[in-house]
């Protein structure tokens, strides 16, 4: 996919110069350790040529894509361009290497290192973008990486999977049976992964966070009431808001069936995203013009075009986590660093014989 920023957006060998205050390996002694060069965690962060580090007074924006696709391709037709056009924020994004299907950890180092180093030549504080499993990503890096946490201002969450999914079962059914994509085997809902990142308060916001998704979303599921998975708790009182799409918008139009991948250009996503960004915290309602905004499909900027580019991403996404190799047969290990961690969270117990949701669930079951 071509456009925004030129026919290498899904660069991951990109040449970015030194930072000037040194962010390798530490930047803080509690902060975790990378087992991944510097080079090639600094080279996977695209910076458009008209990137301009915050000095004209925009935010810098981290967009960091789900398992399947480089941030290039997945964010172009929606969230990149978007901010592009806008008066407050200014993107770039990872095209982290295996197009985030390799381990959830290793995917994580590259969101961490990316963190200090936009903030660091920007020197000021960026807003993070998360889609899908790029969720999950920048979640670990906060907990993990507490130096990153007084440099994010706010953290916009698309289609999170915080707790998992039980549809990534239908790629990886049962340890040992067959092998599978590593980053699918950390998502599924009963994962050491995700016992991992949700124990000892990893469930609850390190930063001013506003979580958006559907109850009709075909990958990650459940995706509805306080048992969603992209529900986050707010035990810092850092500042939450969740928004679940067919309740905030109920029976109009940004309320209706949203995907996994169209939440990335629902109208109500944007605006969510547009007033925390500007105003600091996580996004409000009482903020937003919600009848007029919730009466679109696609949010102010976008086309057609941009829909179907951003609908086509479940495929693409698919294809490549089909075809990524190797595969193991269990669930890779997690990091030395977390192994002797005590966990402490338990998985809800989910109901399996109730209703999918209104779109039914699909060979497209793993894009997260």
């Known amino acids: 996919m071509f456009g925004l920023g030129g026919p290498d957006i899904n660069c991951h060998e990109n040449q970015?110069?030194?930072?000037?205050?040194?962010?390798?390996?530490?930047?803080?002694?509690?902060?975790?350790?990378?087992?991944?060069?510097?080079?090639s965690l600094r080279s996977a962060i695209f910076i458009p040529s008209d990137f301009k580090f915050?000095?004209?007074?925009?935010?810098?924006?981290?967009?960091?894509?789900g398992t399947g696709t480089y941030g290039g391709e997945a964010f172009e037709p929606n969230f990149a361009k978007l901010l592009k056009a806008s008066t407050f924020g200014d993107p770039v994004w990872l095209?982290?290497?295996?197009?985030?299907?390799?381990?959830?950890p290793k995917n994580a180092?590259?969101?961490?290192?990316?963190?200090?180093?936009?903030?660091?030549?920007?020197?000021?504080?960026?807003?993070?973008?998360?889609?899908?499993?790029?969720?999950?990503?920048?979640?670990?890096?906060?907990?993990?990486?507490?130096?990153?946490?007084?440099?994010v201002n706010n953290f916009i969450c698309l289609s999170a999977d915080f707790a998992g999914t039980i549809n990534a079962w239908g790629l990886v059914?049962?340890?040992?049976?067959?092998?599978?994509?590593?980053?699918?085997w950390h998502q599924t809902r009963n994962s050491s992964f995700i016992a991992m990142l949700r124990s000892n308060g990893g469930d609850s916001a390190y930063v001013p966070t506003t979580s958006i998704y559907s109850a009709t979303d075909e990958v990650v599921q459940p995706q509805s009431g306080r048992k969603a998975s992209a529900f986050m708790k707010d035990e810092r009182n850092v500042g939450v808001t969740n928004c679940e799409?067919?309740?905030?918008?109920?029976?109009?139009?940004?309320?209706?069936?949203?995907?996994?991948?169209?939440?990335?250009?629902?109208?109500?996503?944007?605006?969510?995203?547009?007033?925390?960004?500007?105003?600091?915290?996580?996004?409000?309602?009482?903020r937003?013009?919600?009848?007029?905004v919730c009466m679109h499909t696609m949010a102010p900027g976008l086309n057609i075009l941009d829909a179907t580019k951003t609908q086509a991403l479940?495929?693409?996404?698919?294809?490549?986590?089909?075809?990524?190799?190797?595969?193991?047969?269990?669930?890779?290990?997690?990091?030395?660093?977390?192994?002797?961690?005590?966990?402490?969270?338990?998985?809800?117990?989910?109901?399996?014989?109730?209703p999918k949701t209104a779109v039914a669930v699909s060979a497209v079951e793993m894009t997260a």
């Open 54 to 65: 915050g000095h004209h007074g925009k935010t810098p924006v981290i967009l960091v894509p």
């Open 245 to 286: 799409l067919q309740v905030e918008a109920r029976f109009k139009p940004a309320g209706l069936i949203y995907t996994h991948e169209t939440v990335m250009y629902n109208p109500l996503s944007w605006a969510l995203a547009e007033d925390a960004i500007k105003n600091g915290g996580p996004g409000r309602f009482d």
């Open 173 to 184: 059914p049962f340890s040992g049976t067959q092998p599978g994509t590593p980053a699918v």
């Open 314 to 354: 479940a495929a693409w996404a698919l294809k490549t986590i089909l075809l990524f190799m190797p595969k193991p047969w269990h669930e890779p290990a997690l990091p030395l660093f977390v192994s002797q961690e005590k966990k402490t969270y338990v998985p809800e117990p989910v109901d399996e014989t109730a």
């Open 16 to 39: 970015n110069s030194d930072p000037e205050v040194k962010v390798y390996p530490k930047v803080s002694d509690e902060d975790a350790p990378y087992s991944i060069e510097e080079t």
């Open 288 to 292: 937003i013009d919600m009848h007029s």
């Open 95 to 104: 095209n982290i290497p295996g197009r985030m299907c390799d381990e959830a």
């Open 109 to 151: 180092q590259y969101v961490a290192y990316a963190i200090n180093y936009i903030s660091c030549r920007a020197q000021k504080s960026v807003a993070v973008v998360g889609w899908s499993q790029g969720n999950l990503s920048i979640q670990w890096t906060l907990k993990y990486w507490p130096s990153t946490r007084e440099k």
